[in-house]
């Protein structure tokens, strides 16, 4: 993903946008067939003079555009024939993204895969779920990962649609009139490149695109940060019902040789802070001045190589994290039972109204037993079942059947079912 950003790849697609609109001007008839074979031929640049030229007159494009005709010699003059500086940046900049979106859509991909398969592996591995941090009801294991692979598949979707969407080119001279260029060249260079021709521009291609790209990245990494916090907190040594590998010869602490800390899911989280925010300051980009003005420039000389990379980064770490996550199924049982049986209360409550008690009244009665479980430890079923108002209503067997974990797990075929998972 690095490569991408590199000057020499930069420097290398700017040459092929050129070479491309001249070979529009040769279709059309504007510039020699000759010319055009000693522009391919001799077409060049090199980074270290580019950026000596710069130095002198502090434009980047002339510089490069300066270098090339170095290598060709007199033919040059047909190079960036009715173009202006954006018609080359912002097409170049899109051909980049393209090879960036290609890469996070494999990433994307992968992570998606690998959530499939363990979503299947715990599918009916039962664990406490929780509200407001504290126990609720019983869920599974496979319940989790089948709801971060809905949500990565939406990422995924969603993601598609914006790459789809910045992958567009333009070649229409200054302010985007095409005064001086004939507009089939745009189409036929955008052809050839593999891009979208924009139907209008002024002269940049207008940022919104390139801010619902740096979205669909920053949903991405909201996404990353939801999954990496939650593998946090299962990791809590009060909890431990999952935590990251942790490979042979690391060292979790300097001082404390028995830690083994989340540090990867902690990496990810602190990923996501800097997508969110590079995501605004595209936002920001979307208002320029008149026809343009060149303030996102330098903002996206940062942001886009940044959270591509970010992103490309996160999503492999997050891919290695969750394919080797070590699992602890007896710690998720041990939990399910660690307020002695108080997340069937709502079991009981229904059970109670179903058989004929008004549910304010059930739902006093539970809170009684269950506070009074909360304060003196006591089983909650044993409370229960002590109740004479409760055994008015209900058999014994028919409290024991509030107290099954397995209810959790009796719809899970068919959420999965709905999810298109097997």
């Known amino acids: 993903m690095g490569a991408i950003w590199s000057d020499e790849n930069k420097y290398r697609t700017w040459l092929k946008v050129e070479l491309a609109a001249c070979e529009a001007h040769a279709e059309l008839g504007r510039i020699p067939r000759n010319a055009l074979a000693v522009i391919q031929e001799k077409a060049d640049f090199d980074a270290g003079r580019i950026l000596e030229i710069e130095a002198t007159v502090k434009h980047d494009v002339i510089a490069f555009l300066t270098n090339v005709a170095e290598y060709v010699g007199p033919e040059s003059r047909f190079i960036h024939l009715g173009m202006t500086s954006s018609d080359l940046l912002d097409t170049a900049l899109a051909c980049q993204m393209k090879e960036a979106s290609a890469i996070i859509t494999e990433d994307l991909q992968a992570l998606v895969a690998v959530l499939r398969k363990q979503a299947l592996v715990y599918k009916n591995t039962v664990c406490i779920g929780r509200s407001h941090g504290i126990h609720a009801e019983p869920t599974t294991f496979g319940l989790k990962m089948a709801l971060w692979y809905d949500e990565m598949q939406r990422n995924l979707l969603r993601f598609e649609r914006a790459a789809s969407s910045v992958a567009r080119g333009m070649v229409s001279g200054a302010v985007g009139t095409f005064a001086f260029v004939d507009p089939k060249v745009q189409d036929i260079v955008c052809e050839k490149l593999g891009l979208a021709s924009t139907p209008i521009s002024t002269q940049v291609i207008q940022r919104d695109v390139h801010a619902d790209f740096m979205n669909a990245l920053a949903l991405i990494g909201a996404t990353i940060e939801?999954?990496?916090?939650?593998?946090?907190?299962?990791?809590?040594?009060?909890?431990?019902?999952?935590?990251?590998?942790?490979?042979k010869g690391q060292k979790g602490s300097s001082a404390m040789p028995h830690k083994r800390n989340p540090i990867a899911s902690e990496n990810l989280t602190g990923v996501a802070r800097l997508l969110r925010a590079n995501a605004m300051a595209a936002l920001d980009n979307v208002a320029l001045w008149h026809e343009r003005d060149i303030s996102h420039s330098s903002v996206e000389r940062v942001i886009l190589p940044d959270s591509t990379i970010l992103v490309d980064y996160a999503l492999a770490r997050l891919t290695r994290v969750l394919k080797d996550l070590v699992?602890?199924?007896?710690?998720?049982?041990?939990?399910?039972?660690?307020?002695?049986?108080?997340?069937?209360?709502?079991a009981v409550l229904l059970a109670l109204t179903e058989n004929g008690m008004t549910r304010e009244r059930a739902y006093r009665l539970v809170q009684d037993s269950a506070m009074q479980c909360w304060q003196n430890g006591e089983d909650f079923r044993d409370i229960i079942k002590k109740d004479a108002q409760v055994n008015k209503v209900l058999s014994k067997q028919q409290i024991d059947d509030c107290f099954d974990e397995n209810r959790a797990v009796r719809n899970v075929d068919h959420i999965f079912h709905k999810l298109g998972l097997g």
């Open 327 to 346: 699992v602890y199924p007896e710690n998720m049982r041990k939990n399910l039972w660690l307020t002695r049986g108080l997340i069937f209360s709502q």
């Open 226 to 247: 939801k999954i990496a916090v939650e593998i946090r907190h299962l990791q809590r040594t009060e909890v431990m019902e999952a935590e990251e590998p942790f490979t």
